[in-house]
């Protein structure tokens, strides 16, 4: 049978083509490790809390849907891919507040627990949801789909989980985002050194030179969509007060709190000496104002005294500070607009939450310096100056920018 | 006719070939890389057969992703220079900066790195001389990487005994200090701060220098159910130290597979394959020996590095094994000379000084014996752990000084240490200063931690042969 150059040619071409197209696409996500014993492990590191009502960041989403935000594992490097570790429990506390203007109980009304597989090879991780109220546990590890509940690993689109539990549907994001944190940190290190005496004292740098330190790293990130009806459990509270914790195996079959984030700069920021750091995570916030944390109490005290004179005027009063501060909880009422300086109570804690770009460095120094003081780091950085600047955020939950 | 047909016939031959060569050709490209995906998938997904489940690695699933580990730190480097372009005196950057040359010190055992990670951690702390403690950390394991344990040590303070990393420098460096119960009570504060991989690893080496065999196993399977996904190099390093302690007790099949596993995790992981290599050379299987000693030079890619040295004594051995002295005597030449050379050079100063002794030992000759010991007698001024002391014993027992010897090898002895090889060479020396009882106890002891250690064991360690 003889077949002609066209028909030879077309059948060849037709099978390039096959060939072409059934050929699969290959994702390869790499697995950064650091080379040694990682003693610290930087997974259950804590880096930023963020609680806001959905709509205050994006006018489209529905009413009444907060979003909760933790993020862990600091200084993740572009294009590795890290992990949620398989042994911690990462969790979201909540209390239900019935007066906007009471001191903090600490009391955990709400657990939201957050527990990792060992992942595929695709870089995938399972994940199981809890949600503890009352010391009752209600554990979700499917989606209403009937799939495993999962983490978007890198080079993926981002797996938005609705897992159904407690009566609600929650919809869930784990995996790597851009760290959306901004701050001139090596420059508030010689600000507060200079402040303490322990170095010259200086200020911030202009915003041309001002150098955002986290620019450029990722972090792992838990969002959780959550309804309020779901929170408030028929309570009718509207303000919740929210703090994360990373709790790791005692060695005993039990677990031990390790971290515990709530406001910015609260514990890395006031508390200097490490022991007390140490003391500050392993306490729940309740224990914030007892006898026993007291020494953290006056650390955090001493530097505020010496945060006010970074004006040059001492016109704080570091107690009222720590008031407003301390028990370190993020309280949000749900009925005023999201924004870290949206708000404020009888006791001048600020009760709006925290949205992703809010420029907490900046309301935190203000408060505390008692006059206007910034590190001239913003989200969206600095025309002309390289050294800030974040991706923009996504305009759809879980918001924070993909992951560089 | 004929010369018009036989093209087209070869035309249409050759056109149906295509056409049946080219879509199996094709399937074949389509079809491998996930095939090779799933062959390797299948590799490694499977550990060693004898590996005792619990030190089986959990996270075999996630090993095919990961990057080589040499280039993943070279990615590291670029971007903290990068931002370092921006902002030169950036103190935090040049400290991770730091951090990241230290790794790759650490991963290629080349001492270069070393010095990069000294100079970047130095300046660091002149652009930043508070909240630094990435490049106080940084300069604390350069110090104890040279030996200077005091300076270590003094770093770590500045850091804040409360800091998980100066915690762990404080363990290593009591350990390498002789000072076993300053290390114990470092590492238990370690472990009640984070039990993780890390942590317990560390406790586990210090209950074994204190002879705590049970409580060792019992912190490397708490270790292994506690390591994270992304951590495979400390991963690798636990089941090598492991596989280590098994092998000093004689349990060649748990030390080998945990060997491997090691291998399967960090597939050139040079402690494991060095420990392999001395297994291997335990057991008199010289080319498998020969092979391993092998794979950690040539993974070196010709860079010298501080791998070098071992690699050449453990050749050295094995050709002593084999019989053949000549080579046996180059490879040790080799070695002397890059030891020399490093000690004259101050390429980083990083301790040497009782391999050249060992290395002098091993020689016998006894122009060597003199100078061998007068670098273990400066050596111990700074280390007095367990192999130290034994290197000085060795030293001192060559010299005909047995009395010393005998003394410094009761030091070990009170340490609480297992070591079969050491209790051997504290009976040989007991029975020369005859104390047959003492040596008797002392040979019952090395046999009971050790059943298999003879002869071949014997001659690794440069100890002569006692029959009673």
Same mark, same amino acid.
């Given at each position: 049978?003889?077949?002609?150059?066209?028909?030879?040619?077309?059948?060849?071409?037709?099978?390039?083509?096959?060939?072409?197209?059934?050929?699969?696409?290959?994702?390869?996500?790499?697995? %950064?490790?650091?080379?040694?014993?990682?003693?610290?492990?930087?997974?259950? &590191?804590?880096?930023?809390?963020?609680?806001?009502?959905?709509?205050?960041?994006?006018?489209?989403?529905?009413?009444?849907?907060?979003?909760?935000?933790?993020?862990?594992?600091?200084?993740?490097?572009?294009?590795?891919?890290?992990?949620?570790?398989?042994?911690?429990?990462?969790?979201? %506390?909540?209390?239900?507040? #019935?007066?906007?203007?009471?001191?903090?109980?600490?009391?955990?009304?709400?657990?939201?627990?957050?527990?990792?597989?060992?992942?595929?090879?695709? =870089?995938?991780?399972?994940?199981?949801?809890?949600?503890?109220?009352?010391?009752?546990?209600?554990?979700?590890?499917?989606?209403? &789909?009937? #799939?495993?509940?999962?983490?978007?690993?890198?080079?993926?689109?981002?797996?938005?989980?609705?897992?159904?539990? =407690?009566?609600?549907?929650?919809?869930?994001?784990?995996?790597?985002?851009?760290?959306?944190?901004?701050?001139?940190?090596?420059?508030?290190?010689? +600000?507060?050194?200079?402040?303490? #005496?322990?170095?010259?004292?200086?200020?911030?740098?202009?915003?041309?030179? +001002?150098?955002?330190?986290?620019?450029?790293?990722?972090?792992?990130?838990?969002?959780?969509?959550?309804?309020?009806?779901?929170?408030?459990?028929?309570?009718?509270?509207?303000?919740?007060?929210?703090?994360?914790?990373?709790?790791?195996?005692?060695?005993?079959? =039990?677990?031990?709190?390790?971290?515990?984030?709530?406001?910015?700069?609260? &514990?890395? #920021?006031?508390?200097?000496?490490?022991?007390?750091?140490?003391?500050?995570?392993?306490?729940?916030?309740?224990?914030?104002?007892?006898?026993?944390?007291?020494?953290?109490?006056?650390?955090?005290?001493?530097?505020? &005294?010496?945060?006010?004179?970074?004006?040059?005027?001492?016109?704080?009063?570091?107690?009222?500070?720590?008031?407003?501060?301390?028990?370190?909880?993020?309280?949000?009422?749900?009925?005023?607009?999201?924004?870290?300086?949206? +708000?404020?109570?009888?006791? /001048?804690?600020?009760?709006?939450?925290?949205?992703?770009?809010?420029?907490?460095?900046?309301?935190?120094?203000?408060?505390?310096? =008692?006059?206007?003081?910034?590190?001239?780091?913003?989200?969206? /950085?600095?025309?002309?100056?390289?050294?800030? /600047? %974040?991706?923009?955020?996504?305009?759809?939950?879980?918001?924070?920018?993909?992951?560089? | 006719?004929?010369?018009?047909?036989?093209?087209?016939?070869?035309?249409?031959?050759?056109?149906?070939?295509?056409?049946? @060569?080219?879509? !199996?050709?094709?399937?074949?490209? $389509?079809?491998?890389?996930?095939?090779?995906?799933?062959?390797?998938?299948?590799?490694?997904?499977?550990?060693?057969?004898?590996?005792?489940?619990?030190?089986?690695?959990?996270?075999?699933?996630?090993?095919?992703?990961?990057?080589?580990?040499?280039?993943?730190?070279?990615?590291?480097?670029?971007?903290?220079?990068?931002?370092?372009? $921006?902002?030169?005196?950036?103190?935090?950057?040049?400290?991770?900066?730091?951090?990241?040359?230290?790794?790759?010190?650490?991963?290629?055992?080349?001492?270069?790195?070393?010095?990069?990670?000294?100079?970047?951690?130095?300046?660091?702390?002149?652009?930043?001389?508070?909240?630094?403690?990435?490049?106080?950390? @940084?300069?604390?394991?350069?110090?104890?990487?040279?030996?200077?344990?005091?300076?270590?040590?003094?770093?770590?303070?500045? @850091?804040?005994?409360?800091?998980?990393?100066?915690?762990?420098?404080?363990?290593?460096?009591?350990?390498?200090?002789?000072?076993?119960?300053?290390?114990?009570?470092?590492? *238990?504060?370690?472990?009640?701060?984070?039990?993780?991989?890390?942590?317990?690893?560390?406790?586990?080496?210090?209950?074994?220098?204190?002879?705590?065999?049970? *409580? $060792?196993?019992?912190?490397?399977?708490?270790?292994?159910?506690?390591?994270?996904?992304?951590?495979?190099?400390?991963?690798?390093?636990?089941?090598?130290?492991?596989?280590?302690?098994?092998?000093?007790?004689?349990?060649?099949?748990?030390?080998?597979?945990?060997?491997?596993?090691?291998?399967?995790?960090?597939?050139?992981?040079?402690?494991?394959?060095?420990?392999?290599?001395?297994?291997?050379?335990?057991?008199?299987?010289?080319?498998?020996?020969?092979?391993?000693?092998?794979?950690?030079?040539?993974?070196?890619?010709?860079?010298?590095?501080?791998?070098?040295?071992? $690699?050449?004594?453990?050749?050295?051995?094995?050709?002593? !094994?084999?019989?053949?002295?000549?080579?046996?005597?180059?490879?040790?030449?080799?070695?002397?000379?890059?030891?020399?050379?490093?000690?004259?050079?101050?390429?980083?100063?990083?301790?040497?000084?009782?391999?050249?002794?060992?290395?002098?030992?091993?020689?016998?000759?006894?122009?060597?014996?003199?100078?061998?010991?007068?670098?273990?007698?400066?050596? @111990?001024?700074?280390?007095?752990?367990?192999?130290?002391?034994?290197?000085?014993?060795?030293?001192?027992?060559?010299?005909?000084?047995?009395?010393?010897?005998?003394?410094?090898?009761?030091?070990?002895?009170?340490?609480?240490?297992?070591?079969?090889?050491?209790?051997?060479?504290?009976?040989?020396?007991?029975?020369?200063?005859?104390?047959?009882?003492?040596?008797?106890?002392?040979?019952?002891?090395?046999?009971?931690?050790?059943?298999?250690?003879?002869?071949?064991?014997?001659?690794? !360690?440069?100890?002569?042969?006692?029959?009673?």
């Amino acid at each position: 049978m003889k077949l002609t150059k066209k028909i030879r040619r077309t059948i060849l071409a037709i099978e390039v083509a096959l060939i072409a197209l059934l050929t699969p696409a290959i994702i390869v996500a790499s697995d %950064h490790d650091d080379g040694e014993v990682d003693i610290k492990g930087r997974a259950v &590191n804590l880096t930023d809390v963020f609680v806001y009502r959905e709509k205050d960041q994006n006018p489209g989403a529905a009413e009444g849907d907060l979003v909760f935000t933790m993020n862990s594992n600091p200084r993740s490097l572009a294009r590795f891919q890290y992990y949620f570790s398989t042994t911690a429990l990462y969790q979201f %506390h909540i209390t239900q507040v #019935g007066d906007v203007n009471s001191t903090p109980t600490g009391r955990s009304d709400i657990i939201l627990r957050f527990a990792f597989s060992p992942p595929n090879n695709r =870089g995938m991780q399972a994940v199981a949801v809890t949600v503890i109220r009352n010391g009752t546990e209600t554990v979700a590890k499917t989606t209403v &789909n009937g #799939g495993l509940i999962a983490t978007t690993p890198l080079n993926s689109n981002p797996v938005l989980n609705t897992v159904p539990v =407690g009566g609600s549907n929650l919809t869930v994001f784990a995996g790597l985002r851009e760290d959306p944190f901004f701050l001139d940190v090596e420059q508030f290190f010689r +600000a507060r050194a200079g402040a303490l #005496g322990m170095g010259p004292k200086v200020g911030f740098r202009e915003p041309n030179q +001002a150098i955002d330190f986290t620019k450029g790293y990722n972090v792992n990130s838990i969002a959780v969509r959550v309804p309020k009806a779901f929170l408030q459990a028929g309570t009718g509270a509207n303000t919740f007060d929210v703090w994360s914790t990373v709790s790791i195996r005692d060695g005993a079959g =039990g677990f031990k709190q390790f971290e515990r984030l709530a406001r910015p700069l609260i &514990n890395e #920021g006031l508390i200097v000496t490490p022991d007390f750091l140490e003391a500050f995570n392993n306490i729940p916030p309740r224990l914030d104002l007892s006898p026993a944390a007291a020494p953290v109490r006056q650390e955090a005290v001493a530097t505020l &005294n010496a945060l006010d004179l970074l004006d040059g005027r001492d016109n704080v009063d570091p107690n009222a500070i720590a008031g407003a501060f301390l028990p370190d909880v993020m309280r949000i009422d749900t009925t005023k607009r999201s924004g870290y300086a949206s +708000a404020t109570n009888a006791q /001048g804690s600020l009760i709006g939450g925290r949205l992703p770009m809010d420029d907490v460095v900046d309301i935190t120094l203000g408060a505390l310096v =008692g006059s206007p003081v910034s590190d001239n780091v913003s989200y969206n /950085g600095t025309p002309g100056n390289p050294a800030q /600047g %974040h991706k923009p955020l996504e305009p759809s939950f879980p918001y924070l920018a993909e992951p560089n | 006719m004929k010369t018009k047909t036989k093209p087209e016939i070869k035309s249409d031959i050759f056109s149906w070939w295509l056409l049946i @060569v080219v879509p !199996l050709v094709g399937m074949v490209v $389509v079809n491998l890389p996930p095939n090779l995906r799933f062959i390797s998938d299948k590799l490694y997904n499977n550990s060693p057969a004898n590996l005792d489940a619990s030190y089986r690695y959990h996270f075999s699933e996630s090993l095919r992703n990961n990057p080589n580990k040499k280039e993943a730190i070279q990615q590291e480097i670029a971007f903290y220079q990068q931002r370092l372009a $921006v902002d030169s005196r950036s103190g935090l950057n040049r400290a991770a900066l730091a951090g990241s040359y230290l790794k790759m010190a650490r991963a290629t055992g080349e001492g270069g790195w070393f010095l990069l990670a000294e100079q970047a951690a130095q300046r660091s702390i002149a652009d930043l001389p508070f909240d630094n403690k990435g490049a106080l950390l @940084v300069l604390a394991r350069i110090a104890e990487a040279r030996h200077d344990f005091a300076t270590a040590l003094r770093f770590a303070k500045q @850091v804040g005994f409360d800091n998980e990393e100066a915690i762990a420098l404080s363990v290593t460096s009591h350990l390498a200090m002789g000072k076993v119960s300053e290390a114990n009570v470092a590492a *238990e504060a370690l472990v009640k701060r984070i039990p993780n991989l890390g942590s317990l690893t560390l406790r586990a080496l210090v209950r074994e220098s204190q002879g705590r065999d049970a *409580e $060792v196993l019992q912190d490397y399977r708490q270790a292994m159910v506690a390591e994270e996904p992304g951590e495979v190099a400390g991963s690798a390093r636990a089941r090598s130290l492991l596989g280590r302690f098994y092998a000093r007790r004689g349990q060649f099949v748990q030390a080998k597979a945990l060997f491997l596993e090691a291998l399967r995790l960090v597939p050139r992981y040079p402690l494991a394959l060095i420990y392999l290599a001395d297994l291997e050379t335990r057991q008199g299987n010289y080319r498998e020996a020969e092979g391993y000693y092998s794979k950690v030079s040539a993974y070196s890619g010709g860079v010298e590095t501080v791998f070098d040295r071992i $690699v050449d004594r453990g050749m050295a051995r094995v050709k002593d !094994l084999q019989g053949d002295a000549i080579e046996s005597r180059r490879l040790r030449d080799k070695a002397e000379a890059g030891l020399r050379q490093e000690q004259v050079s101050g390429s980083g100063g990083f301790g040497h000084r009782r391999d050249l002794a060992s290395l002098l030992l091993e020689k016998g000759r006894s122009q060597d014996v003199t100078e061998a010991l007068a670098l273990m007698q400066e050596e @111990v001024k700074i280390r007095r752990d367990a192999v130290t002391l034994d290197t000085l014993a060795w030293a001192l027992s060559a010299a005909g000084e047995w009395q010393k010897a005998d003394r410094v090898m009761a030091e070990i002895v009170r340490s609480g240490i297992r070591d079969a090889g050491m209790f051997y060479r504290a009976g040989a020396i007991a029975r020369t200063l005859g104390k047959d009882a003492e040596s008797r106890a002392y040979f019952q002891k090395s046999k009971e931690i050790d059943p298999s250690f003879d002869d071949r064991a014997r001659q690794a !360690l440069g100890l002569g042969s006692y029959e009673f």
